[in-house]
T-cell receptor
Framework: DAMVIQNPRYQVTQFGKPVTLSCSQT?????MYWYQQKSSQAPKLLFH???????NEADTPDNFQSRRPNTSFCFLDIRSPGLGDAAMYLC?????????????FGPGTRLTVL | AQSVSQHNHHVILSEAASLELGCNYS??????LFWYVQYPGQHLQLLLK??????LVKGIKGFEAEFIKSKFSFNLRKPSVQWSDTAEYFC?????????????FGAGTRLAVHP
């Protein structure tokens, strides 16, 4: 089945230790998104790629970076995780960016910062 | 700016009770609206969507939602809930950022259905 895969499902890191989260898709979608979802809150968009075109949300901290080496893969790098970065990180894809494009979500990676 | 409000943060129901979850949006243009559901331990998935046409939209698992433009609402309904409907429900609206559409989510409603 075509899907969005995230690895690992659970990630534990230490305060200030860089961490990379991975997302891959078999849907061949142009657009890949990264969301941060804290407990009992709505997912918050960090950034997205339309093909290789990177689009950062204005309020995304510089501590968060992303790479998309090819259509299938996208990575979220957190350069110096703080305690406030503990959250669920969701990857999503869509076939385009028009308003009627459904987004398909991965299962998420739960990040714990010690 | 576009925004989505879900006023019920937690809802507790018994099986077979009827469900209505509120969603109000703020946007003056052409509206597309989504309801996503997140079952415990699972990923977000689309429940239903409204793009145009019939304002009463039917989704999976017996859910439906009605788009009422005059009230800026897109409430989710189900006539008889089941224990398996226990989940978190998010209403979402496409917004615009940097020339690209993105999804703006409401805060979510956590539904617990007791047998």
């Amino acid at each position: 089945d075509a899907m969005v895969i995230q690895n690992p499902r659970y990630q534990v890191t230490q305060f200030g230790k860089p961490v990379t989260l991975s997302c891959s898709q078999t849907l061949n979608h142009n657009v890949m998104y990264w969301y941060q979802q804290k407990s009992s809150q709505a997912p918050k968009l960090l950034f997205h790629y339309y093909d290789k075109d990177f689009n950062n949300e204005a309020d995304t901290p510089d501590n968060f970076q992303s790479r998309r080496p090819n259509t299938s893969f996208c990575f979220l790098d957190i350069r110096s995780p703080g305690l406030g970065d503990a959250a669920m990180y969701l990857c999503a894809t869509s076939g385009g960016t028009s308003g009627n494009n459904e987004q398909f979500f991965g299962p998420g990676t739960r990040l714990t910062v010690l | 700016a576009q925004s989505v409000s879900q006023h019920n943060h937690h809802v507790i129901l018994s099986e077979a009770a009827s469900l209505e979850l509120g969603c109000n949006y703020s946007y003056g243009g052409t509206v597309n609206l989504f309801w996503y559901v997140q079952y415990p331990g699972q990923h977000l998935q689309l429940l239903l969507k409204y793009f145009s046409g019939d304002p009463l939209v039917k989704g999976i698992k017996g859910f439906e939602a009605e788009f009422i433009k005059s009230k800026f609402s897109f409430n989710l309904r189900k006539p008889s809930v089941q224990w398996s409907d226990t989940a978190e429900y998010f209403c979402a609206l496409p917004g615009v950022s940097g020339g690209y559409n993105k999804l703006i989510f409401g805060a979510g409603t956590r539904l617990a259905v007791h047998p």
